[in-house]
């Protein structure tokens, strides 16, 4: 079974810096993708940054510049630096993975549980 937690959310004043962890765990055989999404009340999920095995990123356009996606491939985890945020923000952020569970398995995408960004003074 795998399991993707995140951790590192929670109330910060707009300006301020928060960093969002998300750890892998269980039967894992290879992991591809990572990424970070959110969704905020009456939106859509949209995606926030992706990083691959190789460590190539990409990012939102509203986040590039203040966000910084890392991941360590030895302990499969994946993390979002975030910088100078804003109100707008403010949403549940979802980890993201695509990884094959046993070597006969294909790709498959898993989500954590999400964790609970809120930017407001």
């Known amino acids: 079974q795998v399991q993707l937690v995140e951790s590192g959310g929670g109330l910060v004043q707009p300006g301020g810096s928060l960093r969002l962890s998300c750890a892998a765990s269980g039967s894992i055989f290879s992991i591809y993708t990572m990424g970070w999404y959110r969704q905020a009340p009456g939106k859509q999920r949209e995606l926030v940054a992706t990083i691959t095995s190789g460590g190539s990123t990409s990012y939102a356009d509203s986040v590039k510049g203040r966000f910084t996606i890392s991941r360590d491939n030895a302990k499969n985890t994946v993390d979002l630096q975030m910088n100078s945020l804003e109100p707008e923000d403010t949403a549940v952020y979802y980890c993201?993975?695509?990884?094959?569970?046993?070597?006969?398995?294909?790709?498959?995408?898993?989500w954590g549980q999400g964790t609970q960004v809120t930017v407001s003074s």
């Open positions: 993201s993975a695509h990884l094959i569970p046993r070597r006969s398995d294909p790709v498959q995408r898993y």
